[in-house]
């Protein structure tokens, strides 16, 4: 369930998502745990201190490794990994597409094999949706299909077209799981997913479709994967006007501090993007002052924080010397702080985000960092 708190400048609003492992109030970013554990070392322990109020895991990695049906043997996801607030798991589809080999899609589902041993593994919607059923996360997402862009007109028609009949698909199959007596989570949320491209007609065109499916979010998927910023900014817009206003809307893989802003303004409630963790895996940090490269000579003798604003475990303790120190020395604590490091800008950054539309200052709270916290120092 979503509740409009507030509707502010631009499209942009404050609201509440209520879910069966707690209430995520909006804009909210979803931190990354792939395959039930966030790279760079972060526990459920972690997450919780930094602030993360969703977790986000992976439907096809957890279902190759170590499989779905061990996870529900051990009590669902949540149990398994510890964390007791609300996750998200996306339907494994982007990752059949973007990993998978040899792969063959027909209307029952897709054919591939798996990009870790090689087997020969079959998702369709039934499936996916049984395989997130199984984990028990809160919200279960559509079987889709992710068309790389550019791609042929043509193509995006046909491909929106089949997605829509595996999304008819997957609500009858969530709802005939969450039905099932030893079901893991019976309270989990399907949300639909927008495909379309960037092409204006065809997005509005399937988001007025799925709209009428009655879902409890919805998604823009299929962005942030060869359009231009501006592009992926105007597809938002075109979009957003014809999502339901009383469901959380979740713009799926992106991104920048910038983009997250700029997704705010134009009506986003939900982020997720693995940015954070890996730009911290490469000494890539985020301050408030823009993106540094904690690798570079001139931190050598820095005594300063990462961020002097930012208040996160690792800015209270460390240098920028000793974690620079760290990644020269290839020491894996390197990685787990400058993780963390981010992660906390991150969730501080939605933090700062609902505080400022709360308080009506959004629009110069945008103008200040859009551009500002994606500026490379």
């Known amino acids: 369930m979503y509740k409009l708190l507030k509707q502010v400048e631009g499209h942009a609003r404050r609201g509440e998502f209520v879910t069966p492992h707690g209430t995520v109030q909006t804009p909210a970013f979803m931190n990354v745990g792939t395959v039930a554990a966030i790279k760079g070392g972060l526990s459920a322990k972690d997450l919780e ?144 997913i927008n495909q379309g491209g960037i092409y204006p007609d065809l997005r509005v065109d399937h988001m007025k479709a799925i709209a009428e499916l009655d879902l409890p979010g919805y998604a823009i998927g299929g962005l942030a994967v060869g ?41 986003v409630d939900l982020f997720d993007c693995v940015m954070p963790a890996r730009n911290g895996r490469h000494a890539h940090l985020f301050t408030k002052q823009g993106v540094i490269n904690l690798k570079n ?34 020491e894996t604590l390197g990685l787990r702080l400058a993780v963390m490091h981010n992660l906390w800008f991150y969730n501080d950054l939605m933090a700062e985000i609902r505080a400022a539309l709360e308080a009506g200052t959004f629009g110069e709270y945008r103008a200040k960092y859009s551009k500002l916290l994606d500026t490379r120092i």
């Open 297 to 330: 000579e001139r931190y050598a003798r820095d005594e300063s924080p990462i961020d002097p604003e930012c208040g996160c475990p690792v800015c209270r303790r460390y240098s920028r010397a000793y974690l620079r120190h760290l990644f020269k020395a290839e």
């Open 227 to 267: 359009e231009t910023t501006q592009e992926m900014y105007d597809t938002i817009e075109i979009v957003q006007e014809h999502m339901p206003a009383d469901r959380p809307r979740y713009l799926m893989g992106v991104g920048t501090p910038g983009n997250i802003i700029e997704g705010v303004w134009r009506g």
């Open 49 to 192: 201190d930094i602030g993360c109020q969703v977790e986000l895991s992976n439907t096809y990695h957890l279902h190759v490794r170590p499989g779905d049906e061990l996870i529900k043997a051990m009590g669902g996801l949540h149990k398994f990994m510890t964390w007791s607030g609300p996750i998200l798991t996306d339907s494994g589809g982007f990752q059949i597409f973007s990993l998978a080999d040899l792969r063959k899609i027909t209307e029952e589902g897709v054919s591939f094999h798996s990009h870790v041993d090689g087997r020969k593994l079959f998702i369709g919607p039934e499936q996916s949706m049984r395989i997130q059923a199984n984990l028990g996360s809160d919200v279960a997402m559509a079987f889709d299909e992710c068309v790389k862009i550019p791609s042929p007109r043509e193509y995006f028609e046909s491909s929106c077209a089949r997605t829509y009949r595996w999304l008819v698909r997957c609500k009858s199959a969530l709802a005939a799981y969450n039905a099932e007596p030893d079901a893991v989570n019976p309270g989990q949320m399907l949300f639909g």
